[in-house]
């Protein structure tokens, strides 16, 4: 697969290490009242979609950064990616 | 003999070869079937289930049952296809799967009993009792079947991998290829051409029309030409396309040296990824057989094939032969053969209004119901309107209709798409997106139409890159009709071969019917149709037409089977593209290494790294003596050891104390410059991941130490929390693992010895206590960071500086420490001082220990948050009452194993009372005995309680005693020294 970096282009995939699903950012509260349950699911539970996936890819062969992909897990085709960055600060700022 | 004149075979030049022991000769660009027909030899091999005899049946990497062994020695590959082995000086080939001899089959008996062989026999027949299929059945059979056999010995051969990038890749080098190359090429798009054979031309080669009036080899010639003299143009021959990846990546393999008898300097093969914005696939179309009763005698093969080996390579199987056909194209091998002097004694055409297009005799609507012949075909049986007669004829040339080759383009499980008209499966519309599918592969079957498709196809692809372009000049050539009927096999109660390779047949394709197997994904599994080395390029859509016969529905109806990379079998060794034994993975050398070595040091792999294991002296027999030795060193004078293995991070900015607070499960912001603490991470699951130490270099300056197995993924973990989780803290994180090379320094002599390279640095305890680090200058201006840190709980330093000075100061320390006993120590003797001082280690922290464990409960802050933090307080694991304790055999002789279970003297050992198992052990040269560390139930509150350790793999069974997990000054009072 090759990856379309927003800063460096179009990559191999090969120069990636795949975290998992986009979820992975929303780290609940810790001082939640159900804070255990919340974290048993962060930690444990995924969705498995067949169709479109948000996902981390790490640039670990590469600049380090950690991107936002959305890819079809069906087609392969991936229709964009962002810094992990961006789209984190975004969501804290409640932008999603 | 059987060599005919003409042909593209270079008579200058004799090869000698060998097939099963017999001496033969042929000629440069023949290939080993076309060698062995033209020497007369028709029978090459037995099939795979009933052992039947068997010829070669194709002139190309379609071949199902000419599978050959070449070579000998440790070079010996099993199963080639002899269709596309070229021919070399000296090549020693043999066939397979017959015992004793080829011409005498014993396994043959097989045969005989074939109405038990029969589909799904497997499946009904060994399935009781059913422990005997491991024991009995299944090496039985597989002894039975199989095809070559194995040297058993390494490859010696090299393999290489590659990767390559283009604007348009040209699948095939055929007309349509070519076509399309050369109108690439000439408007400078970066051009790679991949075909498989040895020899551009494809179909062309196998053909006598003309191009412009002139040999077909003339236009290609000059196009080779043409081709070499561009720089933006690659031919890459030899060279199989056997996959299409995601996002135009291409998997091809190019058999470098396969055409030599030894490489060489050369690689024998290499793997290429080839990236490609567009790719052409022109693969042609290979052609399929009629099913008839003992269709399967060696001289039955292809018509097409047939034509190839007569007009390219000037064989052929016998002096008399004959067609059979339901298509046009049949009449052509007739016609060629015919003008090279062959006797054609008739071609049978299913069609009732064929005709001839030569001077040969026509039976239409003709059809071969039965052949003679036991090791070679000698007449077949031509049945026309009921009447029936024996034409004798040494080979027949089959011509079912031709199959495109539309592999590729299902390989993202695009589905190809029945064509009434041609009686075959086209590319579908949903293929691999970028891939033009032209010529025959696209269900053009005439030259004309291939030429032009070709070019077509590469214009639209320029156009789409945006890459200007003319339509080139293509030479005059043929419009030839094709007319296919459609006839797949023909009825009768004898056996007719589908899947010559799994030896399939259409009455197993009826039991499958019968018995309901009758979706496509059944029948294949059921019957194994299409399921050998071929993937059925000769067999499927035969076997599809004979169920959708059976069944009563179209072939469209009964479904179509869709094909996997890869294309054509592809070696493991090539896969594995030179990455055997020591370039299996990546070897880390550490900065001390070659000083390492010239101290005759053992190393050991750990992770990617060499590490000094220990230092032998001369004296010293066994490696224990080497690491009591370097152990007693370190207690008693001083011991130098490389630990740049750990991994080392740097972190920076205003936020770094919070950012290392988020990390560990204690806390690190209220760290003083100037300070280290001993760190301890979890997983977010709560389970203890990692330790290390956090020095604090300035206000906004840290760096922190990860174990070495964990380095990269520490690392990893700490981007990802910067980059997903916090991105609002200010904080910067860089591995510097590579950066600085780190010895430790350790022994009551340490602080002495250092004090002879530090340039005016107080090194006493007031100014720079336990836990204390700096930035100071070393030897003379080097700049070097101390931390003063001990994990042998001696007065220890760790001294870091510029990798590219870890060699030097290993020997300045050496030198200067000779006289205060200075030793170098590996990680065997590190392991021990650690255990003595019950400092945890890998075994440990092994992903399914708590913090509480560990005895470091007290470490996971209770006032803040960190990675982990949630989750350590579940139920089941803060419920753990594992303990970490040390273990000291009651005998002094006695032994300590790691992974020894816990029991109670006395107890019953079962899962049950099971409390807890021995993580490391060695022998403590400090304590005199053997000692360990373990997890134990309530292992804080029993001290001094005797305990079993069990160690039932080997029957052995020890009483330990249990005592703190410090062996060596539990008050810490000499690392405070």
Known sequence: ?96 | MTRLSGGLVDRSQTLNFTFDGKQYHGYPGDTLASALLANGVRLMGRSFKYHRPRGVFSAGSEEPNALVELRSGARQEPNTRATVAELFEGLVARSQNRWPSLGFDALAVNDLLSPFFTAGFYYKTFMWPKAFWEMLYEPAIRKAAGLGSLSMQADPDAYDKGFLHCDVLVIGGGPAGLAAVLTAARSGARVILADEDFRLGGRLLAETETLDGAPATDWISALETEFESLPNVRVMRRTTVFGVFDHGIYGAVERVSDHLAEPGDKVRQTLWRITAKRAILASGATERPIAFADNDRPGIMLAGAMRAYANRWAACPSKTIAVFTNNDDGHRTARDLAAKGVHVAAVIDARREARARGDYRVIAGGMVTGSRGRLGLRAIEVSTNGRREWIECGSLGVSGGWNPNVHLTSHHRGRPVWNEALQAFLPGADGPAGLLPVGAAAGHFSTAQTLRSGAEAALRALTELAIAAAPPVLPQSEESGYGVAPIFHVAGKKRAWVDFQNDVTVKDLKIAHAENMRPVEHLKRYTTLGMATDQGKTSNVTGLAVMAELTGKSIPETGTTIFRPPYTPVTISVLGGGDTGPHFRPRRLTPTHNWAEAQGAVFVETGQWMRAEYFPRQSETHWRQSVDRETKAVRSAVGLCDVSTLGKVDVQGADAGEFLNRLYSNVMDTLKVGRVRYGLMLREDGFAYDDGTCARLAEDHYVVTTTTANAGLVYRNMEFARQCLWPELDVQVISTTDAWAQIAVAGPKSRALLTRIVDGFDLSNDAFPFMACAELVVCGGLRARLFRISFSGELAFEIAVPARYGHALMERLMQAGADLGATPYGVEALSVLRVEKGHVGGSELNGQSTAAMLGLGKMVSQKKDAIGAVMSRREGLAGDIRRIVGLQPVERAGKVVAGSHLFTVGAPQNLDTDQGWITSACYSPHVGSMIGLGFLENGDQRIGEVIVAANPVEGESERLRIVPAHFVDPEGARLRD
């Open chain 1, 1 to 96: 697969m090759l990856i379309p970096h927003p800063i460096l282009g179009s990559r191999d995939a090969r120069e990636f290490t795949y975290l998992g699903d986009v979820r992975l950012v929303d780290r609940p509260d810790p001082t939640g009242p159900d804070a255990e349950a919340a974290f048993c699911d962060y930690v444990f539970l995924r969705d498995n979609p067949a169709g479109v996936h948000r996902e981390l890819w790490f640039h670990e062969q590469g600049d380090r950064s950690c991107l936002v992909v959305t890819r079809s897990t069906i087609t392969h085709d991936i229709l964009g990616a962002e810094l992990a960055r961006d789209f984190a600060l975004a969501r804290k700022r409640g932008g999603e």
